[in-house]
């Protein structure tokens, strides 16, 4: 075993995930297609501490709570499994987005973690097999170990990872509108979605036929008909969500005031198309040309950042170390 | 035959209707419930004019366009059938909220036109014969015809019709924010959205157990129950219309904003619920003894009207006939 660092940017869907077909091994009722962004990226450095009783986490300089730490190391044991081994491990990691705030740092959190832990405890893994590992943490995990666009076939255990797939260039211009905690968590909203909402089965099912017309779209680089579908898509998982019972709504006046000035922004010629995860954020997808100016256009809702397409994730050197939280000495996890 | 006119109310659904199992007669997906208003009401006079070779509509003091008078004329056809006459009308109606702005006058309108027209061909028909009648011009107008909170079984020809049923008493908010003229018809965006969203089936099933609870809960007197189904079946019909290809949103941001108000009156104990149909406009259910208070309150997002349950339609005396439109002489329709 060895140190590792690894780093992975979090990725946003065109074809949204919303809903598994299986709880214990993350699978998505149907498949996804993803943006892997240049931006807000996770830095995790697994180290081994083979005398601990207990795996450790630092999250952004400070001791994560019990919750958090039991599940990377759940995770963790499907490495160890994989290894066949038992050893305990210090992960130190480190987000360039705040938690929670709507740009899910789980997607980058596990594929950096599954990245980093596969290459301590010397595992072999190819893409494919790192996908699905990061999958078990995060379901959109095993997507942002796949660069750029990406697509994450639903299949069963064997099957369900995620490949990048060829699509045009193109920037995303992320509005954060609100970096509060939101009320419910996208895993719970997901979980009472499938128990509570009529639409569910419709849903699915669609679901794979956009992601067909998807993929397709984006082999013949046409930027308009993936716009089409991302926004529809996006559209329609949030009428899904809000059709739960009791009713959710992630998307806030602000959001909708976002996806009226992209539509009148395409009357006035850019072609700009909305998505929105499960909070009120706004990603609006853009040719490269067009994103100044909409960026700047739209800065009046938020925060606004011109992303690209960004790498899969990848092990780092020991210089990128995520350097231990104060107060704690490496191994130990020892706190004030 | 003789000259009548005849009064009619909205009526805002609780239990939306969205989506036609029968579109030549009407005959909704599923049943659905509504308060039948005592505010903004349709008052038409209908005069026989055996001589002409058409019927006329005077529309607000204008002469209709060939659009909307062919509508009343396909209308009228049923009334004649009925009564086995062939004689053509001059119909004179005044609607007092905005045709078009997303208080639907058609439902007043149709309510209004059947209980004048009926009378007017002499024909006797009881409150279900007339709220059949008014179904054929207009689908929710059929709910016009009965008082106060009324449902609407889906039923066939023979047995859709709408009559009222017992409810606690209630006052509803009328928040108006776009007087505009919506760019999606109602009657456009329920045939796209039978057509192109894979939500439509799960809608209409799960629109069925709602009514059965509404119609349960409005009889127990449980307003917080009839408050939560009418909130969360409106966040459901929007989020159904949201899926359709291409997304229609009636909604705007400052609608979205005012269903946050209304939840947040809630948390301060409130007891308010909203609604809307196919436009911006939301309409809050409350309590009598909350409803001025919360009407304060929701006054910054547009214009604020407080109304309680209405009578059915019914049949005025010839001194509230609706006088004839400038430039024009009753019976002829000429116009300069």
Same mark, same amino acid.
Request: aromatic content about 6%; hydrophobic content about 40%; overall charge negative.
């Given at each position: ?142 997507? #942002?170990? !796949?660069?750029?666009? %990406? @697509?994450?076939? $639903? ?10 797939? /060829? =699509? ?86 602000? #959001?909708? !005031?976002?996806?009226? %000035? @992209?539509?009148? $922004? ?10 929105? /995860? =499960? ?58």
């Amino acid at each position: 075993m060895r140190t590792t660092t690894a780093r992975a940017y979090p990725n946003i869907a065109l074809v949204k995930y919303w809903g598994k077909a299986d709880e214990e091994l993350i699978l998505p009722a149907a498949g996804s297609l993803s943006l892997t962004l240049d931006h807000f990226e996770t830095t995790t450095t697994v180290v081994p501490a083979p005398e601990a009783a207990t795996d450790v986490l630092e999250l952004d300089g400070s001791l994560a709570d019990p919750g958090q730490t039991n599940r990377i190391s759940v995770f963790l044991d499907h490495v160890r499994e994989l290894a066949g081994r038992e050893d305990r491990v210090l992960v130190r990691s480190r987000n360039s987005v705040p938690t929670g705030a709507g740009l899910a740092s789980s997607a980058s959190g596990f594929a950096a973690l599954a990245t980093a832990a596969a290459a301590a405890f010397d595992l072999d893994l190819d893409a494919r097999e790192l996908s699905r590992l990061a999958r078990r943490g995060s379901g959109s995990a095993c997507r #942002s170990i !796949a660069a750029g666009m %990406a @697509v994450w076939h $639903a299949g069963d255990d064997e099957s369900s990872f995620a490949e990048s797939v /060829d =699509a045009p260039d193109m920037r995303m211009i992320i509005v954060t509108v609100n970096r509060a905690r939101k009320a419910v968590s996208s895993r719970e909203a997901m979980r009472l979605t499938a128990e509570t909402s009529p639409f569910y089965s419709g849903w699915v099912s669609s679901t794979e036929d956009y992601l067909e017309q998807m993929v397709a779209a984006c082999s013949a680089e046409d930027f308009t008909r993936i716009g089409e579908i991302t926004e529809s898509h996006a559209l329609r998982m949030h009428g899904l969500i809000q059709s739960t019972v009791p009713p959710i709504r992630f998307l806030n006046p602000t #959001s909708h !005031a976002i996806f009226d %000035a @992209v539509a009148e $922004a395409r009357e006035h010629g850019i072609k700009a198309y909305s998505t929105a /995860d =499960a909070g009120p954020n706004v990603a609006v997808i853009v040719r490269p040309s067009d994103a100044e100016a909409l960026a700047e256009r739209l800065s009046g809702f938020g925060d606004v950042r011109v992303v690209g397409p960004g790498p899969g994730a990848h092990l780092l050197t020991a210089a990128d170390e995520v350097p231990p939280a104060a107060g704690t000495s490496a191994g130990e996890g020892s706190h004030a």
